[in-house]
């Protein structure tokens, strides 16, 4: 140091030559030292250890590079050292990281017993690679977290930090670059790489859009457009093939894929919801980072799945129209909807929940909002379309679901018309129900129908996801069928109904009212007025059946099951004296003398059911005459014999009818001879009908 300044009186110190020269190579060593220590700060600093030790580094450069104790050192010096330093630093870091890659990649894939240059496949360069990503993403978090001194020390250092950052991903992108050349044109295997690398320099503020992320963002910007292109046209393909292939199988308890929620429609759609969520979660997990290519995918793969869902939607609909033409068998009330239909109504219901998602615009349906006073109109509407497409197709198949349904009403009331009164179907039906019951009785058919009505509900309510659409489906049912019986009731007005249909209606309106009540149909629903006027139609229609069969059991008319017992008894009887006159005609012949014996023929005859009691008898001994036995007669007989006798009496019946009204004059009057007259008119036209009846009956019973 030489003289010290302080023992001179001008304070003026001097120093040898070989002193300076000392000096300078101490301060050079030291500079040097500095220097390396800022070049390797990762390793002479670990984790920022010791404490303050880096800033004292910086500060100790900044006291080195100054020429002499008086002058401060220029900022630009200082900061082209530090620069220098942390250029080298990038490339030391890096060196070092990429050296440790390829010692892990050796130790997971070992090469043993290989001669020769090894050749590397690509699939196996690229996973390298991203693992290499992940140092390098975790070497600068930790300079972030563990070197903030470089930051705190100099207020103006903070760009030199960054630039060290650009550098040190400038030489990762030189191996990147490499790497992605060798890889196929359509794999897709790189993009977990973009993901690591986006994510980290999207949250830094520093690095953002900066020389590395824009190089990043045109490397695989071809990428992105070519994945979503290649995947549009297999989503495509697959809505084709699949729907061709499609069995409408009802996947209600099937987990959805990934996601671990039931599904509600069939194979086809469900794996078309499930490409399009998985390839918009796929983009958006991207987080481009250009505002405007970002938008742009958005909205296009908002198009896309527009496209696909009308598509399955309009295939669908199509197949719901074609299983609906299929014809109702020979008898209406057996019919059961197809679970096929109900997969086709869960596939367009499982639509509509998912457009809100996949076709709007982050969950928002713009094209549904009304635009705001002095706003420019919003684009990209097409959300809105397929809305409106799905509303209509869930529309039509209601109204065709339940049309299909109510035919089956209107062929029951087409059976119920051909008894109609005045027919001639329909008095050929009557009499032929009342002699043989060929067609059963009304309640019978009713509750077939109710039957009907029970199992095809069942079968909506639990095969169909929506419990809105279901509601929707039996009000408009309950409501049509209602319409129906109105109007054929209506059409009926002038003619009172047969028992037969009285009986069948009477059962289907009081079930059905029950039955959709327990669908949780509303009473003011159920209660309509033209329920109201069947039902008051039905309670006078079934008090005059009621009245009429009053009327049948006071007039002696016996009922259906009673006259045909009847019926059968007059058959028996019938049979019984046929085979008595043919006993008489066998005790007459037996006094006659025997006619002479014919040899019996070779042959063999069949004889006649007369002739067998004429062989019976003459083999059989003569006996003494009986007294011929009459048969009984019926009941019946006799009712009627008496009947056509007293009608045949001529001179009894006008005596006797003149000596009633010589009586009623003398006692009654003028009225009670009126009475007479009545009574004797009806009798009269009683017994001119049973003779006709019975006539009558006798003819259709031996067509029967």
Known sequence: HGNSPKDRPDGVGTVTQEEKEKFQEIKERLRVQLEYQLTNFRFCFPFGRPEGALKSTLSLLERVLMKDISTPVPQNEVRSVIKKSLENAALVNYERLSEEARIEADLANPQEDMVGEVIIPPARKLEDLIRLADLCVDLLRQNEEFYAEFQNAFAWFSDLLVEHSEIFWSLFAVDMDSVLSEQPPDTWDSFPLFQILNDYLRADDNLKNGKFHQHLREIFAPQVVRY???????????????????????????PRPCVGKPSNGCATSEDLFWKLDALQSFIRDLHWPDPEFGNHLNQRLKMMACDMIESCIQRTYNCFEMQLKKGILLNPTDYVLPSEICAMVNVVLDAKN????????DGVDVGNQKPEANSKPKKHKYHTKIDDMIEKTSANMRIQLV?????????????????????????????????????????????????????NMDTVTKRIADDLWVLNVMEKWYIDQVELLSKWLTERLDKSLHPYQCTCLAHIVKKIYTEYELQGLEEDRLQCGQYQAIEQRMATEEATCALTNAEATENGEDSDDEKRKKSVQKSKMKKEESREDGAKVQRQS??????????????????????????????????????????????QTGKDE?????????????????????????????????????????????????????FAGKAFGSFF
């Open 403 to 455: 049309g299909k349904l109510v035919s089956v009403l209107d062929k029951t009331l087409s059976k119920l018309g051909a008894y109609d009164e005045g027919s001639m179907m329909g008095s050929f039906l009557s009499f032929a129900n009342k002699k043989i019951n060929v067609t059963g009785t009304g309640t019978d058919l009713g509750k077939s129908y109710v039957s009907f009505v029970r199992i």
């Open 354 to 361: 998912q457009s809100l998602k996949l076709c709007a615009v």
């Open 228 to 254: 979503v292109d290649l995947m549009e046209s297999s989503i495509a393909q697959s809505i084709h093939k699949g729907f061709e292939k499609e069995k409408w199988e009802i996947k209600g308890g099937v």
């Open 642 to 694: 008496s009947d056509f006798d007293s009608i045949e009496d001529g001179g009894k019946i006008p005596m006797a009818a003149a000596g009633a009204v010589k009586d009623a004059l003398a006692t009654g009057g003028v009225d009670k001879v009126a009475d007479i007259g009545k009574e004797s008119v009806a009798q009269a036209g009683k017994m001119l009908t049973k003779g006709i009846g019975g």
């Open 590 to 635: 037996s006094k006659a003398p025997p006619p002479p014996v014919r040899e019996e023929s070779s042959d063999t005859e069949v004889d006649s059911e007369d002739e067998k009691p004429k062989k019976q008898k003459a083999k059989a001994k003569p006996k003494p005459k009986e007294k011929e036995k009459q048969p009984p007669p019926s009941s």
